[in-house]
């Protein structure tokens, strides 16, 4: 919130259209003109990096020492299905914070994008981690996956029966 107050400091004087799916900090900032706004833009990054970063260092930590855990354990299979439980999660936390980490840090070194790349990473870890998630946990729960493999495999047969060696539908 205080990022969005400090960004209503500036004077807005160029044409004020945002070319993004939705208004995010950086797209209202570049609208703004004057001495202030390389300010805004490095208090907005610092601030960025710290909520992105701290939580993101907490969560390495966390599943560094359940690796390492893991692998101190004296059958194979525990550890196997700590590693199968926790892949899961790394994959979706790394599909929100790479991606938004990659847009903050680019901005700030000087790359330029297009607006339907900037968009399409916008969506990328805004959208990707919420669809991703619940499809992994419905995967790693056996009921569902065994009702989706016999699902697959009736409609593939079904496909498979009607048509004859020629390839003409019966």
């Known amino acids: 919130m205080g990022v969005v107050l400090h960004a209503l ?3 807005y004087c160029n044409q004020n259209v945002i070319m993004q799916c939705y208004c995010d900090h ?3 900032t570049r609208l703004g003109c004057g001495e202030g706004v390389t300010y805004v833009l490095d208090v ?3 601030n960025a990096l710290f909520t992105l970063l701290v939580p ?6 966390s599943y560094f020492s359940i690796i390492v855990a893991a692998l101190k354990m004296s059958q194979a299979e525990r550890s196997h299905k700590v590693m199968s439980t926790c892949a899961p999660q790394i994959f979706t936390t ?3 914070y790479v991606p938004r980490c990659f847009v903050y840090l680019s901005y700030n070194l000087g790359f330029t994008f297009s607006v339907q790349a900037r968009v399409i990473i916008t969506m990328m870890y805004s959208l990707l981690p919420a669809l991703v998630n619940p499809a992994i946990y419905c995967l790693k729960t056996q009921d569902i996956k065994m009702a989706l493999t016999q699902r697959f495999r009736k409609g593939r047969s079904r496909i498979a029966h009607r048509t004859d060696r020629k390839g003409a539908l019966k």
């Open 9 to 11: 400091t500036l004077p």
């Open 26 to 28: 950086v797209s209202i």
């Open 44 to 46: 907005a990054l610092a």
């Open 56 to 61: 993101l260092a907490f969560i390495i930590f």
């Open 94 to 96: 790394c599909l929100y």
